[in-house]
C-alpha cells in the first residue's frame, strides 16, 4: 500500500519521501526515478525517535517543508499468540511497528506545520481495533486501536494551526504478500475472508487505498473533515458472522 501511495502522489506532482527499515527502500526509490519522479529515500527505524527527528531535519533541509505526513508503517506480527501466552516483548514489538512509529513521525513533523499553520496528516489504521476485533488480536487490536484515537487527540489539538489529522482503516486489502483463497486456513483465527463475508466479494486493491488518499483526503475539497475513521474494506465490518451461518 505504501508503494502506491507513493507513486500516485509522485505522478500528482508530489515531492515524495520515502522510508523503510530495510533496504528495499533503495530499490523502490530507484523504480520512482526511473518512472521520471522526483523522490527522496531514508532507510530509517520510525520506532527511533532520535532517528525519525535527524531524517525530518534533512527533509527539511531540502525541501523546506512537509506538506502531508502519511503514516503508513506496521504491520500485524505472526505468529498472533493468545493473550495469556503472550510475551511483554511482543507486545512491545507490536506497538513499536503499528504505534511509536506513527507517533514519532508526528512529533517529528508537526512542529513545523504548526510553524506553516498547514499541514495534512493520514494515518493508517485497521478496522481491526476500532470495529472488530479477530481471535488472538490483543495486541494488534490495541495498537490500531491507539492510533485512531491519536488520530483523533491530534486532530483536536491542530485544528487551530489548519492542520487535519484523519485515518483511514484498510480491511482486507491484496498487497501481493498472501494468496487469497477461501480454504486457507483463517477461520481458525477467526478472520473472515473477503470471498465469505463482505458484501463486494474480493480482497480492495492497494491502488483504491491510494486513491482515496492523493485524490481526497490530502486534497484542498477535504479540508473540512477532521478527526474521521474512513473504513476500506468492501463492506466487511457491517457482516454479522452469525448471518453467514457461523456459530
Known amino acids: 500500500m505504501g508503494s502506491c501511495v507513493a507513486q500516485l502522489f509522485a505522478r500528482e506532482g508530489a515531492n515524495v519521501i520515502i522510508t523503510d527499515i530495510d533496504e528495499q527502500v533503495w530499490e523502490r526509490k530507484r523504480d520512482l526515478q526511473d518512472q521520471g519522479f522526483n523522490v527522496i ?3 530509517v527505524d520510525l520506532s527511533e525517535l532520535e532517528q525519525v527527528k535527524d531524517m525530518t531535519r534533512e527533509i527539511i533541509n531540502q525541501c523546506a517543508k512537509i506538506d502531508i505526513l502519511i503514516n503508513v508503517a506496521g504491520k500485524s506480527v505472526p505468529p498472533r499468540p493468545p493473550f495469556l501466552e503472550m510475551s511483554e516483548e511482543y507486545w512491545d514489538m507490536v506497538m513499536d511497528r503499528n504505534l511509536r512509529t506513527a507517533l514519532n513521525c508526528c512529533w517529528a513533523a508537526l512542529p513545523y506545520m504548526v510553524e506553516r499553520k498547514y499541514g495534512k496528516i493520514i494515518n493508517f ?3 481491526t481495533g476500532t470495529k472488530v476485533v479477530y481471535r488472538y488480536s490483543a495486541a494488534y487490536a490495541d495498537s490500531k486501536g491507539a492510533v485512531s484515537a491519536l488520530t483523533r487527540a491530534l486532530a483536536l489539538e491542530m485544528g487551530e494551526y489548519n492542520i487535519t489529522v484523519n485515518a483511514i482503516l484498510p480491511g482486507d486489502i491484496d498487497t501481493g504478500n498472501k494468496p487469497w483463497t ?3 486456513g483463517r477461520r481458525d483465527l477467526g478472520i473472515f475472508t473477503p470471498q465469505l463475508s ?7 486493491r492497494s491502488e483504491e487505498v491510494a486513491d482515496l488518499l492523493a485524490l481526497f483526503l490530502t486534497t484542498d475539497e477535504s479540508k473540512f473533515i477532521t478527526g474521521a ?3 476500506i474494506d468492501g463492506g466487511g465490518t457491517i457482516v454479522e458472522p ?3 451461518g457461523w456459530q
Open 182 to 184: 477461501i480454504n486457507d
Open 41 to 43: 529515500g531514508f532507510q
Open 198 to 204: 463482505c458484501p463486494i466479494p474480493r480482497p480492495g
Open 125 to 127: 489504521s485497521s478496522p
Open 229 to 231: 475513521e474512513i473504513v
Open 242 to 244: 452469525y448471518s453467514l
